[in-house]
């Protein structure tokens, strides 16, 4: 049992373990030290016989990336946190750069004061967006005009789950 | 490994929060980086430092790391860009890569005595390429000329399965094999 893992090891040291049979393998590995170093005696093996070793070589140094990165954050958590800050951000500076852009622009008449944008999603009072500021989108360009309604309503959604969220996360 | 690679199978797993996956790719890469900042970086304990560094800033870029490149290739550049900055931080010039980087012996002793290195934890390469050369001579030959095949000319095992003519199943189980000596031979230098 014992050759049979070393073996599936050895094999993915050469990139050449059939892919079925990596997840099981890699439960081992995972929690045992001794196939862990085996791991990396067989890379430095190949790194004596290509000359890709340093001149003096350290052992620990693995161990000690490993030490320093013990009071990292886990990579999973962080993407869920990069995930859910960004998307609003990105949002918000769209919408502020949009709404920027628009307000150079001033109405050219009485006529044209009062322009609801158009809403995709009929659950939200497109209303409040209009009756504030009194600009309206380019009417000579519908799909920006599309565009740029969906960016508001996607802000207004994602700034409340943001408020969600920050109330909702434990003090790091 | 089918379609995919053995740093594929592992990045995906640190990117999914397997902080063993990003261990067993720093143990894969270590000394290569070190070699690697060793270009740039005189000082071997300094060396040492920035190939840590490297290996941090890879971990927090690898949920930005979308399989674009090599994980190799990736990290070489993280590599090159910390062992720059630490020059730039420190007001050096760096060393052209094509100088011989040897260092005399009494700045080895120095060096060693400073960072508070034993003799026991610095192992010379020449010490671990002659182990490994001597534990492969002594291999019979089909196990020497599998390993070497695989080791040094980087064949896959599909093609030094044509060379040697034998299954596919033969060669893996010969490369074990052969890894096998390989270490029962080193294993007790590195523990030493």
Known sequence: MSDMINEQLSALADDELPRGEFPLLWQRVARDPELTARWARYHLVRDALRGDLPTRVAPEIGRSVTAALAGEAPVAVRIGWARRVAGPAVAAAVAAVALLTLQVEEPAGPSEALVVPVTANPQVDAGRFATASGFQWDQAQPEVQTELDRYLLNHTDDAVSTDEVTRNEAPR | ?192
């Not at chain 2, 690898?62 to 550049?77: H, K, V």
């Not at chain 2, 400073?114 to 291999?139: K, N, Y």
């Open chain 2, 1 to 192: 490994m089918g379609d995919q690679s053995a740093d594929q199978a592992l990045v995906a797993r640190v990117q999914q929060g397997d902080r063993a996956a990003f261990d067993a790719l720093v143990l894969k890469y270590q000394h290569r980086i070190v070699s690697l900042v060793g270009r740039y970086v005189y000082d071997r304990s300094e060396a040492l430092d920035v190939t840590q560094e490297a290996f941090i800033k890879a971990w927090r870029a690898i949920p930005n790391f979308r399989g674009d490149s090599a994980f190799y290739t990736w990290l070489y550049r993280i590599a090159i860009n910390t062992a720059k900055n630490h020059l730039v931080a420190q007001s050096r010039r760096p060393v052209d890569q094509g100088v011989d980087l040897e260092e005399p012996e009494q700045y080895e002793l120095a060096s060693r005595l400073r960072h508070g290195d034993t003799p026991e934890r610095i192992l010379l390469a020449d010490e671990i390429r002659e182990t490994v050369i001597g534990a492969i001579d002594a291999l019979p030959d089909e196990l020497r000329t599998a390993i070497m095949l695989r080791e040094l000319d980087g064949m896959s095992y599909e093609d030094i399965a044509q060379t040697m003519d034998c299954p596919i199943g033969t060669v893996r189980s010969r490369i074990f094999r052969a890894r096998e000596a390989i270490d029962e031979k080193l294993r007790p230098l590195l523990e030493e």
